[in-house]
């Protein structure tokens, strides 16, 4: 079972920074692929940014051009740069683990870090 810790939330005012950080608990090349899904109050839960190991990187309309998703392959680690924040960026951001191959894979979902955009 994988294993996803997450840190990096807070409080930000619009406009500012945060970095995301999601350590995994086994190496990032046995994961089929990785990435962050947020949940708003009252809302779904939306897909944010994936990433595809040896693969492709795909972002929500929403954060296009103000979010990047990146790895340390090293540290096992996945992360979720985040600028120019507003206040509907506010939500729980989750990290999940797509562990096994494209075929058959088991997710797996980290605890969830609150981001507060607001002045």
């Known amino acids: 079972q994988v294993q996803l810790v997450e840190s990096g939330g807070g409080l930000v005012q619009p406009g500012g920074s945060l970095r995301l950080s999601c350590a995994a608990s086994e190496s990032l090349f046995n994961m089929y692929g990785m990435g962050w899904y947020r949940q708003a109050p009252g809302k779904q839960r939306e897909l944010v940014a994936r990433?595809?190991?040896?693969?492709?990187?795909n972002y929500a309309t929403a954060v296009e051009g103000r979010f990047t998703i990146s790895r340390d392959n090293a540290e096992n680690t996945v992360y979720l740069q985040m600028n120019s924040l507003k206040p509907e960026d506010t939500a729980v951001y989750y990290c999940?683990?797509?562990?096994?191959?494209?075929?058959?894979?088991?997710?797996?979902w980290g605890q969830g870090t609150q981001v507060t955009v607001s002045s």
């Open positions: 999940y683990a797509d562990q096994g191959a494209s075929e058959y894979y088991t997710r797996y």
């Open positions: 990433d595809i190991t040896g693969g492709t990187t």
